[in-house]
């Protein structure tokens, strides 16, 4: 099988792919710049088909239970437990060809119904949950937890013996396996739908959870971290085709890639702006402020999915737009300050205040998914040097929920067109301001690193865990331990540097660097200050 061709880059990638590292990092941000990662354009409109699928999957599960018109409280019940189980099975964020998925295009419940595959438990000191590999009881608590969720998109009416099942499970499940929760989306989704338990309050109390979402997305983009992302999803976008405008996102093509004046302005913008509509919201009646702010999220989230964001929460996007019509479009005179339950205020104060709180201040500690710090380009992220005996001996050693994506990506594309759409990745990096922290480390730790299989540690998490989004941590220490315990790696064969968010009150990144079999060889941090002179590639 054969698929349309990417957009090839403006340089041979065999020729690229023995060049000197900095000559290869400069080639592919300059790239970026101007062609993103190339994604032919039925690549977007698969997507487009898929949330298709999804809103229709939606409509199905309303009429299947009795409620014909979805734009009401009892529809929104309904895309909430949809939602999060699409999120569950894996078809939602992290699916794909724009995070490293051709063959299959989704991982998920592929992998997560398989024993003997890679879960990383929380908390694994604890009797019951050590070990990381999966058995028979994680594969069965994921089947009954889709179970579970079915019941209750197929139930006439939600009681708490619909949705108690399922709330109970996913943090029993996240016991054995991390990434359940973040998979599942559970910031979101959980949280909402442990509010339905509270007959009376769920609608303020969901309201609060998108209140929530918005307003600290919204101060992590407090950073100077954004600007990035706005140059680079625009750069990205099959809608931005416009030469003239990719080059009006960088300072001075094709010398200094650094964000633009423009880029920084549309950063501040999108900042004021997420945070605006949300006040709007907040203190609307039901009337004028209410349709502003509706408006305005409504441009907000129109404008983050025509970029078709690297990750592609595309479904979210949905379902916060329509959560929000249905909320405060149908229900604008109730507020947060509508709550009565005493336990359900200290349940959101712990997942929509406490949580996020500390994962701004002290990320090391928080998912960035948990803090709610979207869309920011201020995540954790790892980089993977492999030898390519160690890369052979994953793969031929390690159950993972898809080929090597360059493996992948071969089925259906020829050598070079592999090589050079798997080299886009390091272009997405390090066109973030924090991927300028590796001009540094990678040559410090991997001082052969033109010999070396170098992978961002997302593609890594995608194959060994089964889900990848965004989220450094677990493509870390943790996972190199769980493959190191199956590869047996010699010392040096694989290092991994890993790269930690900005917090909120500091200006600096912290850092530390492993070595498969020799542990960590040195931590610190680097000053965002001087990550901001840099060049997204090093000097040559």
């Known amino acids: 099988m054969r698929l349309p061709a990417p957009t090839p880059p403006p340089y041979d990638p065999m020729t690229w792919s023995r060049a000197p590292w900095p000559t290869r990092i400069r080639q592919v941000c300059q790239a970026w710049v101007m062609q993103g990662y190339g994604a032919p354009a039925v690549v977007p409109l698969a997507y487009g088909v898929k949330v298709a699928l999804f809103v229709a999957g939606w409509l199905a ?15 929104l019940q309904k ?3 949809w939602a999060w189980a699409w999120e569950q099975l894996g ?29 990383l438990p929380w908390l694994g000191r604890l009797p019951g949950l050590r070990g990381t590999r999966r058995s028979g009881i994680d594969v069965g608590l994921y089947a009954l937890l889709m179970l579970f969720l079915a019941r209750a998109l197929l139930a006439p009416e939600l009681t708490w013996v619909e949705v108690l099942p399922p709330v109970l499970l996913l943090p029993l499940l996240t ?6 929760f973040l998979a599942a989306r559970g910031e979101h989704y959980w949280v909402t739908a442990a509010c339905f338990l509270w007959a009376d309050d769920w609608i303020p109390a969901a309201m609060t959870v998108q209140l929530a979402i918005w307003m600290w997305a919204a101060v992590s983009k407090l950073t100077p971290q954004f600007a990035s992302v706005i140059s680079v999803m625009t750069s990205n976008s099959p809608f931005t085709p416009w030469p003239r405008l990719r080059r009006a996102m960088v300072r001075a093509y094709p010398t200094d890639l650094r964000p633009s004046g423009l880029a920084r302005a549309l950063a501040h913008g999108g900042a004021a702006l997420e945070l605006g509509f949300p006040l709007l919201l907040l203190w609307g009646d039901g009337g004028l402020l209410t349709a502003l702010g509706l408006a305005g999220m409504l441009v907000f989230h129109l404008y983050i999915s025509s970029n078709v964001p690297m990750g592609v929460p595309l479904e979210w996007n949905v379902v916060v737009v329509v959560s929000a019509f249905i909320l405060w479009g149908g229900h604008g005179e109730l507020s947060p300050l509508d709550l009565g339950s005493p336990l359900l205020v200290a349940f959101l104060v712990v997942f929509t205040a406490l949580v996020p709180l500390v994962g701004h201040l002290s990320p090391r500690h928080v998912s960035f998914l948990l803090a709610m710090r979207y869309y920011a380009g201020n995540w954790p992220f790892t980089v993977w040097a492999f030898t390519p005996e160690a890369l052979a001996r994953l793969d031929a050693r390690v159950t993972t929920s898809a080929p090597l994506v360059h493996d992948q990506l071969t089925l259906v594309y020829d050598r070079a067109t592999a090589v050079g759409s798997v080299g886009k990745v390091l272009g997405f990096r390090h066109m973030h301001l924090h991927g300028r922290a590796l001009h540094d480390l990678l040559p410090r730790f991997v001082p052969d690193l033109d010999q070396r299989v170098v992978l961002d540690g997302e593609l890594i998490a995608g194959l060994v865990l089964g889900w990848n989004f965004g989220d450094g941590h677990l493509s870390g220490p943790a996972l190199l331990a769980a493959v ?5 790696f010699a010392l040096g064969d694989v290092r991994v540097v890993c790269v930690e968010s900005q917090p909120l009150h500091r200006w600096s990144q912290a850092w530390e660097a492993w070595d498969a079999k020799g542990g960590r060889l040195a931590q610190g941090s680097v000053a965002v200050r001087d990550l901001l002179q840099r060049q997204p590639f090093p000097a040559e």
């Open 484 to 488: 190191q315990e199956r590869c047996d």
């Open 175 to 180: 016991l054995r396996d991390r990434v359940q």
């Open 91 to 119: 078809m939602g964020c992290g699916s794909g060809p724009l995070t490293g998925r051709y063959v299959p295009p989704v991982g998920g419940a592929l992998y997560w119904l398989r024993p003997g595959t890679v879960r």
């Open 61 to 75: 599960v309303c009429g299947l239970s009795g409620e014909p018109d979805c734009f009401t409280p009892f529809g």
């Open 79 to 81: 895309l909430i437990l």
